[in-house]
């Protein structure tokens, strides 16, 4: 069973900085991506950014140029890099990890079974 655990969220003021983090164990496949969703209250869960297996990239529009998606060289570490943060970004944010090929990562993401419990980042005006 694959665990997932986020860290780093917290309160900011706009125009701060965090960092997310998200350690997966229990799993192992030569075709992943990871990726950070988020939900506030009242809305939709959103895409925020994606790695795939390749280290291909992708962004929402809302958050690229300040958010960066990276994982360690192992692979089983997933951190968010936030700057700039505005107070639309807050929400709660998801940590994902999937079984899916490059050129599928982008759009089966969300279907994956395997999500942490997610880390609240708040930030104020």
């Known amino acids: 069973q694959v665990e997932l655990e986020e860290s780093g969220g917290g309160s900011v003021q706009a125009g701060g900085s965090l960092r997310l983090s998200c350690t997966a164990s229990?799993?192992?496949?030569?075709?992943?991506?990871m990726g950070w969703f988020r939900q506030a209250p009242g809305k939709e869960r959103e895409r925020v950014a994606i790695?795939?297996?390749?280290?291909?990239?992708n962004y929402a529009d809302s958050v690229k140029g300040r958010f960066t998606i990276s994982r360690d060289n192992a692979g089983n570490t997933l951190y968010l890099q936030m700057n700039s943060l505005k107070p639309e970004d807050t929400a709660m944010y998801y940590c994902?990890?999937?079984?899916?090929?490059?050129?599928?990562?982008?759009?089966?993401?969300?279907?994956?079974?395997?999500w942490g419990q997610g880390t609240q980042v708040t930030v104020s005006s």
């Open positions: 790695i795939d297996s390749d280290g291909r990239t």
């Open positions: 994902v990890v999937g079984y899916f090929s490059p050129p599928q990562c982008s759009t089966l993401l969300r279907f994956s079974s395997y």
């Open positions: 229990n799993y192992a496949h030569p075709s992943y991506c």
